[in-house]
Antibody
């Protein structure tokens, strides 16, 4: 069925790195832009990054710009988030999510979400 | 930075109508989207482009827009509708912005 499954979360010390993955199935992954969205414990949702269907365009929230890198492997239907210089305020559940449009223009909303993976940054 | 404002909580009895509002200065010029999130689950899109309902979402969910406020209405609330609801729109640069969320309690 159509689904997104995140992995790679865990406990990491401040300043260290972590890479998240999101495996897509049940749809043509290479047709869709993809996002990472996070949610700190007990808090609301925050957009993190987006990548176009072919990986040629990437945008980041100011809070992660210069530290996080979004990428994708369309041959393996996988989305990634490389997180460097992690801070305690990066602690959150990280969701991957799909843009609903296949017209190559970002719709900037999310029609399919994974269940998330928890990243805890703590010494 | 741009903000979307939601009430922290809304409470209704089963069968009644719940209205959840979301206010933002740019809403007259930007679409709004609504997500339902139940405890320990991923968000689910329940309304897009102010008032369009995705397939699979019950007809009791509807959306409307008036000026700087958008409203998600659930007519004939059921116990299964108890969840957190988040509105989302875009700031002037087009980046997604979420409201703080509204906890819907079904009494």
């Amino acid at each position: 069925q159509v689904q997104l499954v995140e992995s790679g979360g865990g406990v990491v010390q401040p300043g260290r790195s972590l890479r998240l993955s999101c495996a897509a199935s049940g749809f043509t992954f290479s047709n869709y832009a993809m996002y990472w969205v996070r949610q700190a414990p007990g808090k609301g949702l925050e957009w993190v990054a987006v990548i176009s269907y072919d990986g040629s365009s990437k945008y980041y929230a100011d809070s992660v710009k210069g530290r996080f890198t979004i990428s994708r492997d369309n041959s393996n239907n996988t989305l990634y988030l490389q997180m460097n210089s992690l801070r305690t305020d990066d602690t959150a559940v990280y969701y991957c999510a799909r843009d609903p449009e296949t017209t190559r223009v970002l719709a900037w909303y999310f029609d399919l979400w994974g269940r998330g993976t928890l990243v805890t940054v703590s010494s | 930075s741009y903000e979307l404002t939601q009430p922290p909580s809304v409470s209704v009895s089963p069968g009644q109508t719940a209205r959840i509002t979301c206010s933002g200065d740019a809403l007259p010029n930007q679409y709004a989207y609504w997500y339902q999130q139940k405890p320990d689950q991923a968000p689910v899109l329940v309304m897009y482009k102010d008032s369009e309902r995705p397939s699979g979402i019950p007809e009791r969910f509807s959306g409307s827009s008036s000026g700087t406020t958008v409203t998600l209405t659930i007519t004939g609330v059921q116990a299964e509708d108890e969840a957190d609801y988040y509105c989302q729109s875009a700031d002037t640069s087009g980046s997604p912005v979420f409201g703080g969320g509204t906890k819907l309690t079904v009494l």
